[in-house]
């Protein structure tokens, strides 16, 4: 095992003493954040300027109501559509509404002069339907209805305590959103994680195959040994990676984050995290907003994820790993590797694509079975952890996952001894099986 050890510390300070290793793990939690806000920025950035549009309203009762906002101008004009049409200095196009829209709601006619978005069609649309209800509504004669309507409008704000876990509602209320958001991101640092690191593996051997590296190197320790080498040392970065971003984020979240915030804020988030029901009217703002910053000021909720995160990480890419290195030794260059790294990848597209299902229902057979599986399990596991499924999943989920890597370093090692000797030629899959029967 002294021979193990050294390459791993050879793989490892290789990796760790590089620049962009240090760049990269002090940059992602914050590109990480920038992420998340992506969306909000895009929204923000893509607004374009006002467009105006005129109105040729044959009924009389949608043109006047039409509200203005950031993004669309109302002009009603008193013409024929066909007139309108042909004035298209400063507007962006003519809305026709027809004289029988209560009883024909499709009367709507838009004539843009440039093309249009579906954003923008629902936007207009929308906002016709609410007059149109409004309007039938009004035939009725019930007086004072718009007061009606607007006192009875009610916005309902819900916590979600597990019975399953406490009877007593003296734990931090549960938040489907932030568990989401959370299940997401984990999932897709684990998909980044397989094939980034996987590939790593891959292009190492191949490297040190085409300089002749691994002849010298295998005539003082096993292929076996080399290959396991590899593969704890390029881990053991992954996982120091995986434990400096954790330790970042609760920095962020325990210390940083409560300077932040106004006290309200933090006040309101400390009584949810404590189940207090009066938690968001404490703090008067946007309940998910709120059940956000609780989650994240959580030190024991983020060391927990953190912890599961280590786990699948070092475990899934483990399993992944040994596959990646037995394909760069059965190859000379990297172009030969899209033949057999096709199936190895194929699992990890899955599994990414099962998430987006499993944080919809994590508790479907679909999302059990798919993170109990070790070849999708690391990415799907992840994606249900925050909404705090059984630890008994969990630990079967590992056990299965460990279980399954030693048998592929096993299977991989055999392939790996005799692939590192070959040069020239590339293997087929039934070339690979035979190596496998090797006895040496």
Known sequence: MSNVSIIIQREFNERVRKKSFIISTLLMPLLMLLLMAAPALVMQFSRG????????????LVAPQLED?????FRIVDMPVEEARKQTEGLFGVLWIGADILADPSAVKLYANSSSSLSLELSITGRIERILEAEKLKAYDIDNLQQILDEVATSVTMQTFRNDKSQE??????????????????????????LMYGAMVMQSVIE????????VMVSSVRPFQLMLGKILGVA????????IWGVLIVVLGSFVMPMLLPEEVLAGAQAMQQGMPDATALAGVNPDMLQAVAAVTDTAYIAKLFGCLVLFVFG?????????AAVGSAVDN????????????LPIILALIVMMTVIKDPNSPLAFWCSIIPFTSPIVMMARVPYGIPWWEVA????????????????????????????????SFKELLKWVRYKY
């Open 208 to 215: 040190e195959k085409q300089n002749r590296v691994l002849e």
């Open 169 to 194: 509602e003296e734990t931090q209320a549960g938040s489907s959103a932030v568990a989401t958001a959370a299940g997401f991101i984990l999932g897709m640092i684990l998909y980044m994680f397989l």
């Open 316 to 324: 899934g890419y483990l399993l992944y790993s040994a596959m990646f």
């Open 396 to 427: 079967l989920s590992l056990a299965l996952l460990y279980a399954s890597f030693v048998a592929m370093v096993w299977f991989a090692a055999k392939i790996y001894r005799v692939g590192i000797f070959m040069y020239g030629k590339k293997p």
């Open 69 to 73: 906002d950031e993004e669309l101008s």
């Open 334 to 345: 990297v172009q030969d590797t899209q033949q057999f790294q096709l199936p190895i990848t």
């Open 236 to 243: 053991a970065v992954a996982v120091v990676q995986v434990l």
């Open 49 to 60: 300027e006002e467009k105006t549009i005129a109105v040729v309203d044959q009924s009389g």
